[in-house]
Structures are given as C-alpha cells and as structure tokens.
C-alpha cells in the first residue's frame, strides 16, 4: 500500500520473522529497508529499481485531466477538496517500490532502526534533504507532522496512527517513535510512508483550515500555478535534493506536470480526441470499447493500451447507510442485493468486460473461498452465534441471472428478505408496519454511474421500492460523504497484499463516528472490530492470510454493499509522446513515475496536432 502517493489508498503488513531476526541481530541496528516479507529485493548498494529506466530523458510537458473542481492545496485535512496530483510535492519518510509486495527503502530516512521488542522505531534523516524553500529538513519537523496530523489532519490518520504513542527527537536528524504495549509489526512501515512537512511554514497559520496557499514541499514538483477549480500545474524541481538517490534515479522524468479540470468524463473524453491533454486512464467499460476510434488512434498518433497488474481490486459497490433505520436489518440489506442484476448491466452496459466482485480482498490470496477450515473455522468458532450462521454454511456467491433482463426468480427472494423483516407490499408500494413506504436516495458524484443506478432503481420498482438517483458536484458530494448525508452510494475500498491499521478507518465503529472516515457503510460490530484487531496483530504472513479471510467472509455476509465488479489490467489511453520501461511494475500503473516524454514522438504529435488546427 502506498497511502500518500493517492492520499488515501489501503492496506499495510507486517515484518516478516526473516527481516525481524535480521534487525535483532543487528540489536537497534539500522538499516536500508524495511520488508513485509522475507527480504528486500534491493540492497543496500542498489542503483536504481528494476522497472525504471535509469537513463530516462527529462522534460517534457504532460496535461491530464481531473473531474470535478478544488478549493484547497493542503491534501491532509478534512475541509474542503485538494487539488490531484499534491502528493507529488512532498516527500516521505520511506518509499516502497512497485514490484514487491510490501516494501520500503530510506528517502528522507537514510537509515530506520528498529527496536528489538518492536516498541519503537527509530529514523535517522539524510543531512541533505531539504524543502523547496531551502531549509533542512529536521527531526524537529518530522514530530511536528506526527503530532499535527494526529490531532488536526483528517480522521483517517487517527485511525492509521492510533498505536503510535509518541515522537521525540533525538537530535536534529534522528527521530525515534514510541508504540504501544500490543506488539503491532506494521508500525515502522506506517510511519515511514508519512510525508514530512515544514513546521516553519505553518508557524503562522492554522493548519486545519482550507488555503489555497502553496504548502512548502520538498518532492520532486512544486505548485507552479494553480487556476483554483480549473486547473493546477506542477513543475520538475531541478534542483531537487534526492533527485541521485537510487530510489528516484529513473524516476519523476516529465519537466511539467498540468490537470485541468472538467465537469465530468464525457466532456473529458472529448477534450482528450481534440488533443487538449495527453493521457487518460479509463475505467468505464463502454467508453473503452466504443468511444476511442477516431482518427489519431488509427494514424498511430494515439494509443490504446491494456496494461495487466497484480494489484487486489478490493471492493466498489452500492453501499448501505446503516446509520438510516431504513438499512439496519441485514436482510433488508440483503434483499437490495437480489435487486441487482450484474448479468444483464455485465453485458448490456459493459461489453462483458468485468468480472463480479465476491470479496473485499478480491484478485489476492486473501480473498475467502469454500467454507472456513482449520485456523480460520477456530477463529470464527470464538463468534459463533455472533454473526450470520452462513459465515459457517455457505461459500459467498453474489446472486446471479441468466443475463436476459429477467430478474423475476431473484426479485421473489428478495421479496421474501423483505416480508421477513416486516415489509409489506400495499397498493404496489411497499411499506413497514407503520405504513411508512421503502424509499431511498442513491447519490452520485459523476452521471458516468448513472447508466447503472437508473436500471438498478428501475429493477427495485417492481419491489414497491422507490429508489431516486441523484447526481450533484464534487464539493456538495464530498461533504455529504464527510458528513454520512447520504442513503446509498457508491463505495471503493482499495486493498494492498497486506491489509492492516487502515481497516479500522474502513469498518471501525469509533471511525465511523467521526465525520470523514472511510466506513461509509456505518459498521459498529464488535466482531468486526475484534478481526480487525486481530489482522494487525498478526505475528506471520500465513496468519495474516488467514484472520483477513476471516474479516472477509464476517464482512461479506453482513450485506452491507451490493458488490460491483473489478477488471485486472489498467486500461489506458495517450497521446504518442511518450516511452516506458520495457518492465512494468507488478503493483503499480507508474505513468507519472516511471514513463517519460520522447522528444521524437513528441514532435510528430504536436506537428499533427498543428496540422489539424
């Protein structure tokens, strides 16, 4: 996982018992990485990673395209909506590289000790790294952002910094952090991915509060001019500090970096046709097959591209607000499920493109399958009685149809869930004991949703369910979301191969709670909460494995989304300017990492493009 290259993405680990005897042997040894299993796959004398391309030109200006609008360039606070691509701007304790599973290696961090009861974990910083405006960067800065974002950031770092007691200083570049009495593996990772940043910047200023003020970073790029709302560019630093380091040699390649903004995909997809900007990643399956033959495309001036990962899809679905009376009974919940035909949507919307999701940890060996065996039944066997007694029974299958629009066998059991949690069908309408009708809202931030809500909606009709679908802003959205304003959405949950402290923001009751964390859904069960506990804690990869499976299937039969689908390759679109590396990194897409701008290609793109004005 790597939190703050998205700002909020999913999922940590663990050391492996390989790496931590490594660290005991050393004592309070220091050393390059860290690694979730076994050993790093790079040295400490290593040249640069694999997948890049060591002697990748710089230069080169790259516009993309963002949905929606911004009003804030501070990405780590609750109010307002950041600007994209500010995590670029600053730089982190450690970085992980793309092709392991879970690893990180020393960026600011020269060297990482830790401890060997696992209390603690102790950083030395290199002596040059320095923010954009000059200054050192210091142990004094690096408490300063733990502390600042513990107290003041958004919710989620709460969440992701709960068993981190405390940072001190130990002098101007070493930093050591203090952890709770729970041996937690993970926290050394989840420290090194916190980005650093300056306290004297802010030494008259209210972090909390929403600027449009460029915060002084020390990454690669810094704000060169931002348009709130309708565009912000970022520009190469040249004389970035790390730019030698072996972790960034090949890497951060293009001279510019702009995202202009649009009201939604359509209109994008079009700008990008006319050449108004230069790469797009599309993730709707329509646009994909039918939208992208045009000219460019078949002169060679554009291409489109899959690009296979192994990343875990995770989960997007419908989800439930359980916070509304309306969702809190389970076979409510379940009943909306039945409602969904992902067959028909499957191949009349989506060209047969995806498959269906059946798990909050799908496309990895974390996924549960089957029925429960071995350690994970003896697991479960400590909630019997607490949970759904098909956690026990019954492999999770979403419901099925045979793709041709009739739903009719699914709606009756649905139908069924309903009159058994004291639904009634009155006068084509269905109501509770109060006579009260089964109405909801299903709110959007983007009409691309749309072409899947509305037959969704329709298909509840002949439930006696009214389901209204509404599309609003990204600002309006966003604070409904922060706020739990909502009755049903659309969820997503992105997972890493080593899931950890950011489940609690994900199915917490206490984060739920709070207002922006990531339990849409409104989960508060004490099962849950205990396998969350019980993930994070895990001594070994095979327990991990095993107590995430566990989470899953309590999850999975809880019916709080109806799940969508999930594709496992990038689909991309560009303009010919651009090269990559022959290797592609197994866990990530890299374009803004890892790809460059060929002078020659660029060239020939901008002469047609010319050519057509």
Known sequence: MRVFATIFAAGLGFLTLAAQTDLQAQG??????????????????????????????????????????????????LRGVAAGGLSLTFDTLLTGSSDEAFAEYGLIAETISVAPDHRSVTFTLRPEARFHDGKPITAEDVVWTFDTLKTKGAPFFRAYYADVLKAEAQGPHTVRFSFGDIVNMELPLIIGQMPVLPKHFFADKEFD?????????????????????????????????????????????????????????????????????????ENNAKEWATAYDFPALQQGMVVKEEIEHSLPTGMQGFVMNTRKPIFQDPRVRQALNYGFDFEW??????????????????????????????????????FRGKVPEQVFTSEYKAPTTDGSGNNRANLR???????????????????????????????????????VALPYAKGLE????????????????????????????????????????????????????????????????????????????????????????????????????????????????????????????????????????????????????????
């Open 413 to 451: 059991t649905a139908l069924e869930l309903l009159q058994a949690a004291g639904w009634k069908v009155e006068k084509g309408r269905l109501v509770n004991a109060q006579g009260q009708p089964f109405e909801f809202e299903i709110l959007l931030n983007s009409p691309a949703f749309e072409r």
């Open 209 to 281: 509060r929403g600027s449009l003020e460029p915060i002084t970073g020390s990454g690669p790029y810094r704000v060169a001019n931002s348009d709130p709302g309708r565009a912000i560019t970022y520009e190469r630093v040249a004389d970035y500090w790390g730019k030698d380091l072996p972790v960034n040699r090949g890497r951060h390649n293009f001279g510019s970096i702009r995202f202009d903004y649009y009201r939604d995909a359509t209109v994008g997809i079009e700008a990008l046709k006319a050449g108004a900007y230069d790469f797009r990643q």
């Open 345 to 382: 949507s499957n191949e009349t919307l989506f060209f047969g493109a995806y498959k269906r999701t059946e798990s909050y940890f799908s496309n990895s060996e974390l996924a549960s399958s089957g029925l429960p065996t071995g350690e994970e039944l003896a697991i479960l066997e400590r």
């Open 28 to 77: 309070a040894g220091a050393t390059h990485a860290l690694v979730l299993h076994g050993d790093p796959k790079y040295g400490p004398d290593f040249s640069h990673f694999d997948y890049v391309n060591p002697d990748a030109p710089k230069g080169g200006d790259v516009i993309l395209a963002a949905i929606g609008t911004y009003d804030s360039l501070n990405p780590y606070i």
């Open 462 to 613: 002949r439930l006696g369910i009214r389901a209204s679908v509404r599309t609003v802003d990204t600002a309006q959205y966003q604070n409904r979301m922060d706020n739990y304003d909502f009755d049903m959405t659309v969820g997503l949950w992105g997972q890493s191969l080593s899931p950890g402290n950011e489940q609690r923001d994900f199915w917490g009751a206490a984060k739920g709670k709070e207002p922006g964390s990531r339990n849409l859904a409104g989960i508060d069960d004490p099962v849950v909460e205990q396998l969350i506990d019980l993930v994070i804690q895990a001594p070994d990869r095979d327990s991990l494995i095993t107590r995430t499976k566990a989470l899953d299937r309590v999850l999975l039969w809880g019916h709080y989304v109806v799940p969508h689908w999930h594709i496992q390759s990038f689909r991309v679109v560009y303009w010919n300017k651009f090269s990559h590396p022959e290797v592609t990194p197994k866990y990530a897409l890299g374009f803004l990492d890892t790809w460059w701008v060929d002078p020659d290609k660029a060239e020939k793109v901008a002469a047609f493009r010319r050519s057509r004005n």
